[in-house]
Nanobody, 123 residues
């Protein structure tokens, strides 16, 4: 099983940027995703990247503002978040999956999770 540790969260004003990191250990990861969970809401998919070729896909809420990428040599995945909005406030989790076909977006498709990092966007 792969172990995941997120970092990079914090407090930022609306319109600002943050870059989240997710370091993987234990074994080489296959594909990685970012999810977020706001208070009182379900955990929702944000973005995912495929290790083999860097292919990506995004939730509609992230398209055009967020960029997911991976550094395979460092076994690390990043989420660059620009033009942040107060509604982006949530705990952000990275997660691992062996699935790529069908663009997995549900929690059940992912088999390992990090502990989460808080992102707070003030208005």
């Amino acid at each position: 099983q792969v172990q995941l540790v997120e970092s990079g969260g914090g407090l930022v004003q609306a319109g600002g940027s943050l870059r989240l990191s997710c370091a993987a250990s234990g074994r080489t990861f296959n594909n990685m995703g970012w999810f977020r969970e706001a208070p009182g809401k379900e955990r929702e998919f944000v973005a995912a990247v495929r290790r083999s070729d860097g292919s990506t896909y995004y939730a509609d809420s992230a398209k055009g503002r967020f960029t997911i990428s991976s550094d395979n040599a460092k076994n690390t995945v990043y989420l660059q978040m620009n033009s942040l909005k107060p509604e982006d406030t949530a705990v952000y989790y990275c997660a691992h999956t062996r699935i790529w076909f069908g663009a997995p977006r549900t929690r059940q498709d992912y088999d390992s999770w990090g502990q989460g990092t808080q992102v707070t966007v003030s208005s």
